[in-house]
């Protein structure tokens, strides 16, 4: 249960992060870079929850 919550969690600062990074480089808005950084946040939180459920 603890790494459904680290999951979840954690998942909201790696998608503003995600976000920021693709502001940064001037990639530009729309559905495809929505779509980007929700797999990347997806993949980083469910990695986390693994790291946590791992340790």
Same mark, same amino acid.
């Given at each position: 249960m603890f790494a459904f #919550? $680290?999951?979840l969690v954690s998942y909201f600062p790696f998608a503003w992060y995600a976000h920021a990074y693709l502001d940064?480089?001037? &990639? %530009? %808005?729309? #559905?495809?870079?929505?779509? $980007? $950084?929700?797999v990347i =946040?997806? $993949?980083? =939180? *469910?990695? =986390? *929850? &693994?790291?946590v459920s791992w340790i």
């Amino acid at each position: 249960m603890f790494a459904f #919550i $680290v999951g979840l969690v954690s998942y909201f600062p790696f998608a503003w992060y995600a976000h920021a990074y693709l502001d940064d480089h001037g &990639y %530009p %808005p729309g #559905i495809t870079r929505k779509l $980007v $950084v929700f797999v990347i =946040a997806s $993949v980083l =939180a *469910s990695l =986390a *929850s &693994y790291c946590v459920s791992w340790i």
